[in-house]
């Protein structure tokens, strides 16, 4: 069995994490897998809806512990070379583009925890534009507990989400929390049982992707835009798309669907 496998229906791209007896945790062909599978969707047209989720009890519980211990760090004390440092920090940095498309590929992405959730999978989850749990999701960011200051973007994400006061309790005194917290902290968008998780989202998924694609992906650009630009820049900004995607043969139908109360079909141009 593939460590990552990969499924395209309905516009909605599933990309689900399959290391089970590992907690789908970072090892074995997990990660460069699942960056391929996401340049992928990010450059299909047929892919409206990426969905994220694991298989068995995890979402993703981070990177692979064993595979960390095991490896060639250096003994304590012991200086280890600029240059296996950079060579390492450049393979890091290569991997962490998956949280870059999954926050900024013209696609709504979304988290289907449906398990553990922790570490650099907590950051994947953060990552994505929307996140549902299931009933029996446990979250903890991890980092601390493992020695490790974090990756794969949380640490920015984080505090967009639950604000920066929280992020940091979260990330500095890092203790296991369930979907109801999650929730509560607005973390998640929804908490689901178990049994109807896997039907809920894909409803919530195939509805993302019948929307005109293009006005998603300009509304998303805005999202994302108004983390590091002024007000004014905003509105310049949301000026052009709005009239860009106003010219558009999908807002023509929507506006045609709208009079004749009936539902748009929306082709992405």
Not at 79 to 87: E, N
Request: hydrophobic share 45%; net charge negative.
């Amino acid at each position: 069995m593939a460590d990552v496998e990969y499924e395209v229906a309905d516009g909605v791209a599933t990309i689900t994490l399959n290391r089970p007896e590992s907690m789908n945790t970072m090892g074995g062909e997990l990660l460069p897998l699942t960056n391929a599978y996401l340049a992928t969707a990010a450059g299909d047209d047929d892919v409206r809806t990426v969905v994220l989720t694991g298989t068995g009890r995890a979402f993703c519980a981070g990177g692979d512990l064993r595979d960390m211990a095991s490896a060639n760090r250096g003994a304590p004390g012991e200086a280890i070379g600029p240059g296996s440092v950079a060579r390492s920090v450049a393979d890091l940095r290569h991997h962490m583009r998956s949280s870059q498309l999954l926050r900024e590929m013209p696609k709504v992405t979304i988290a289907a925890i449906n398990g553990a959730c922790a570490g650099a999978g907590f950051s994947w989850a953060c990552a994505c534009d929307v996140r549902y749990a299931a009933e029996s999701a446990v979250f903890n960011s991890a980092f601390l507990t493992a020695g490790l200051s974090g990756d794969f973007g949380g640490t920015w994400t984080l505090p967009r989400i639950v604000g920066a006061a929280k992020a940091r309790e979260l990330y500095l005194m890092p203790e296991k929390f369930r979907a109801d917290e999650a929730l509560r902290i607005g973390l998640v968008a929804a908490v689901v049982s178990d049994d109807e998780f896997p039907a809920f989202v894909r409803d919530k998924a195939i509805r993302a992707a019948s929307f005109a694609p293009l006005t998603a992906a300009s509304i998303k650009a805005n999202l994302n835009d108004a983390d590091h630009v002024s007000f004014a820049e905003a509105l310049d900004r949301e000026a052009e798309r709005h009239i860009r995607s106003g010219l558009t043969e999908d807002s023509r139908e929507a506006a045609r669907a709208f009079l004749e109360k009936r539902t748009a079909t929306f082709h992405g141009r």
